[in-house]
């Protein structure tokens, strides 16, 4: 057993308000540059859509991710040898407009236009050739449903549901959807680049980009399933989301994490067994791959896995933080939150605890959850589809357990009283109920964000940083 230590993150999308707050700071610190206007590292998606860039969940278009040859895990695209043999055409790769051409105004021309009986106005005009531009779509084009009757039939997730029934306005749902880069354990653009300029972090499992050896062949962009790789025009080389790494390793959480409006994010530290990667994410069955994954994730209140850690050479604040990581507790001590999209083989660690909605029809029991579960406006296909590659019961087992909290902490609010045989149907008890309220409800920053500060690599670091100058170079 290898012991590796990943960051993960939780996203509560009950929770979330769709107010791109999350996506501002990520946008002004990391991509506010030449060549970057149209990267999103962090974007919020309205479901049901097609999302940025567009179609990105259809790999029949962009082969991203991994696929299963017989027993054998290989790149939907084809390995290193075939980009090699291939390597000046890409037929993979997302166009500029299926992103959107990035644009700006020509604001002097409100100052500097003659006077005339009409007020000026300014087009808008490309950041790329700076001719005149038509604007057709956008980072959040399907922003509250926008357009979804023209949209709508290209997302995926209504697999084996009828779309039109859905497209209906007394049918219709809406929730938001955060994505990030999801530093997976078995990441398809790391495997994709021929230079190796894509690499996962041992410290901590956070996926980079070596710039210095980047070449810009773009075969990380279509590797990529999320499309969360971009590619800079402007210095031919690839970005991506770097998980906040200079905060992170100050013990400081994501920008996207920290600016949240709804609270709704959570980020900690979780160990995995990096000897059963290949295994998980080889399962021949693609709703197995979700418990297949949990498998993966080890416990770190086990008195076994926490000395194989120490005599792994895992820091002991690292591990304390693992110990006390909320986004263990959401992922599998208590199975709410799942990844995204698992049957794209990358074994993804930005997990989502599925959102409850309202309810289409009456029920007369409240305390039913299986009913309940049933007659909620978002159809559970749908998040299984998203969420478990299909498989409805950790989708269930998820919102049963959302739907029983809601209905004890209501009753003992209201009621002065606990009942805790809704509790029982969904495996929960009093004590668990209690935990999982205060992490979603009530839970301070330093309960959300478990980060702890890396370790010091070179002791003598703080004393040389002024010794090593202009000065002594020369």
């Known amino acids: 057993m290898k012991i590796k230590v990943q960051y993960a993150m939780v996203l509560n999308l009950d929770k979330c308000i769709g107010c791109h707050t999350c996506s501002i700071p990520c946008k002004n610190v990391w991509t506010n540059r030449e060549g970057a206007e149209y990267m999103w590292f962090n974007n919020v998606e309205c479901k049901p859509g097609i999302g940025y860039p567009k179609k990105w969940e259809n790999q029949q278009i962009y082969r991203g991710g991994w696929t299963l040859d017989g027993q054998r895990l290989q790149l939907a695209a084809g390995g290193r040898v075939h980009k090699g043999l291939n390597i000046f055409h890409n037929p993979d790769l997302p166009t500029i407009d299926d992103y959107y051409e990035p644009w700006d105004y020509d604001y002097g021309r409100l100052i500097d236009s003659p006077r005339r009986n009409h007020q000026p106005a300014v087009r808008p005009r490309s950041r790329l050739t700076g001719e005149p531009l038509d604007v057709k779509w956008g980072p959040n084009w399907e922003d509250d449903l926008a357009g979804l009757t023209e949209t709508g039939g290209g997302d995926i997730n209504f697999k084996n549901l009828e779309i039109q029934t859905y497209l209906q306005f007394r049918n219709v749902f809406m929730f938001w959807l955060p994505r990030l880069c999801e530093h997976?354990?078995?990441?398809?653009?790391?495997?994709?680049?021929?230079?190796?300029?894509?690499?996962?972090?041992?410290?901590?499992?956070?996926?980079?980009?070596?710039?210095?050896?980047?070449r810009g062949w773009r075969y990380c962009v279509s590797g990529c399933p999320y499309k969360k790789v971009y590619f800079n025009w402007k210095s031919g080389r690839a970005e991506k989301c770097i998980f906040c790494y200079p905060r992170i390793e100050a013990g400081l959480t994501t920008l996207c994490a920290h600016s949240c409006v709804g609270r709704i994010r959570y980020v900690g530290m979780?160990?995995?067994?990096?000897?059963?990667?290949?295994?998980?994410?080889?399962?021949?069955?693609?709703?197995?791959?979700?418990?297949?994954?949990?498998?993966?994730?080890?416990?770190?209140?086990?008195?076994?896995?926490?000395?194989?850690?120490?005599?792994?050479?895992?820091?002991?604040?690292?591990?304390?933080?693992?110990?006390?990581?909320?986004?263990?507790a959401l992922i599998s001590q208590w199975q709410l939150a799942l990844p995204l999209h698992p049957e794209f083989r990358t074994l993804p660690m930005v997990w989502y605890v599925p959102p409850l909605s309202p309810i289409s029809s009456h029920v007369e029991d409240p305390a039913a959850t299986g009913e309940l579960i049933d007659r909620m406006r978002i159809p559970v296909a749908y998040l299984a589809n998203l969420l478990t590659a299909g498989d409805e019961t950790p989708v269930r087992r998820a919102l049963g357990r959302l739907a029983a909290l809601r209905h004890f902490m209501r009753t003992r609010r209201v009621e002065q009283r606990d009942d805790t045989q809704v509790l029982d149907a969904v495996g929960l008890d009093t004590t668990a109920a209690e935990k999982i309220y205060r992490l979603l409800a009530l839970a301070p920053l330093a309960e959300r964000f478990v980060v702890p500060t890396a370790a010091a690599q070179d002791d003598t670091l703080y004393t040389r940083q002024g010794q090593c100058g202009l000065g002594e170079a020369l």
Not at 301 to 326: K, M, Y
């Open 184 to 214: 997976c354990l078995n990441p398809a653009c790391v495997a994709s680049c021929p230079s190796g300029a894509l690499y996962k972090r041992d410290e901590d499992g956070i996926v980079l980009v070596d710039q210095e050896r980047c």
């Open 270 to 328: 979780l160990l995995y067994d990096a000897d059963r990667i290949a295994q998980a994410a080889a399962t021949p069955r693609e709703q197995e791959i979700y418990p297949a994954h949990l498998e993966l994730l080890l416990d770190p209140h086990d008195p076994e896995i926490a000395r194989a850690a120490t005599a792994q050479g895992i820091a002991p604040n690292v591990l304390a933080a693992a110990q006390r990581s909320p986004v263990h």
